[in-house]
């Protein structure tokens, strides 16, 4: 088994730095960081020449990528593409994200994610299902047509999928599924996430109660924050325990906005980055269509024609960056928002960090935090 030693750059693990020290990568997992003096004889020597050694990305909100949606292509061919298109921005582990649509496209998409995780398709790390239990009244660029309540069949789609694939995540309103529900998903392991919703404070802390563990970008979508009244983000914010998912673009959350979230968020539950990308990342399109409305790409948006958003213009690399230079955050606690705490929001510990016994998944960037390589398992997917 071949051991390499990555060396001349400065590592972060996701809890501290390493200066004048190696990481060692042996079949496929992290074997240790040490400093170079102590470096084993085996260990075939790669020399990085300066910059940054990170964790590489976990993004559990995806819908797309390379000129690829999962609504449109929900096959192993549709997710391959769409992690590589994510793998040149950084990004190792992923969840492509299908947005509401009919039962068939959702069982599709379920069956190409089982056989994804059987082929070892580089970065995929399991499904997001958002919708089609969500709220026609917090519907975004949902169709609302799609929109529907969960029925026993949608239940046990889900409970017999839950085993075949490493994570499988849902967002869901209260409005169209109930606690009961919540309580089966979340006994099967299944990430039960809170989205698209008018739900307030006290509903949210019975579906918390009931095994919710996450909230689905943060602000969009769901009910505000009031004064008598707090609502989602209230009861997001409040909570010691749900993880809250954050677009960090600058559009769909202001960076004030952004930064009043990080500084009130209690407890254990943290406030993670997601793109929730659609298919124009890694290319130069500029419109495309989601259930058969056109979506068009103009100044770091995506809109509906009658501008309403519609996903993500944005990779992770730009958003760590966007954290860390525009809301000021130190650059580890930036990159803890895309690697260490979603892992902990889907429950994963084999990804995030750089510790012995981790997936080699890591990220080289350059001084100016521009991309240089991107490793999964080990193995380089892409280099600049």
């Not at 990430?191 to 602000?219: K, N, P």
């Not at 009658?306 to 860390?324: K, Q």
Request: hydrophobic share 45%; aromatic share 4%; proline share 4%.
């Amino acid at each position: 088994m071949t051991k390499k030693a990555y060396l001349g750059t400065r590592i972060f693990d996701g809890e501290t730095w390493h200066d004048d020290s190696a990481l060692i990568v042996a079949g496929g997992k992290i074997e240790a960081i040490m400093a170079v003096t102590l470096l084993p004889e085996d260990a075939e020597k790669v020399f990085v020449d300066g910059g940054l050694l990170l964790p590489g990305f976990i993004d559990l909100q995806v819908n797309g990528g390379g000129g690829v949606m999962l609504n449109d292509e929900p096959t192993v061919a549709g997710l391959s593409r769409i992690c590589a298109a994510h793998a040149r921005f950084g990004t190792t582990a992923l969840l492509p994200t299908l947005i509401t649509d009919r039962p068939e496209i959702t069982r599709a998409t379920v069956e190409a994610g089982k056989q994804a995780k059987r082929d070892g398709v580089p970065g995929f790390l399991g499904l997001h299902l958002e919708g089609p239990h969500i709220s026609v009244a917090r519907k975004g660029a949902h169709d609302p047509s799609l929109i529907r309540s969960m029925d026993e069949a949608d239940l046990d789609l889900l409970l017999s999928s839950a085993q075949d694939l490493d994570v499988l995540l849902t967002t869901i309103a209260p409005e169209n599924v109930t606690t009961a529900q919540v309580a089966k998903l979340a006994g099967a392991g299944i990430a039960v996430s809170l989205g698209h919703t008018e739900a307030g404070f006290e509903t949210a802390r019975r579906y918390e109660e009931a095994g919710a563990r996450m909230v689905t970008h943060l602000f969009n979508a769901m009910s505000p924050l009031g004064h008598r009244e707090p609502g989602l983000v209230g009861a997001a914010l409040d909570s010691t325990v749900l993880h809250c998912g954050l677009i960090a673009d600058g559009i769909h959350v202001v960076p004030s906005s952004m930064a009043i979230a990080l500084r009130a968020k209690r407890g254990a539950g943290h406030v993670f980055i997601v793109t929730d990308a659609m298919s124009p990342i890694g290319t130069d399109i500029t419109r495309f269509t989601l259930n058969g409305r056109e979506i068009l790409r103009k100044d770091g948006q995506l809109t509906l024609a009658d501008g309403t958003l519609a996903g993500a213009d944005i990779d992770m690399l730009s958003s760590v960056r966007f954290v860390h230079e525009t809301l000021g955050l130190p650059l580890e606690e930036a990159v803890r928002m895309a690697t260490v705490y979603p892992a902990e929001a889907v429950g994963i510990s084999h990804k995030g960090t750089l510790l012995a016994g981790m997936d080699a998944d890591f990220v080289l960037l350059n001084d100016d935090l521009s991309m240089n390589a991107t490793f999964i398992g080990g193995t380089c997917v892409h280099r600049q």
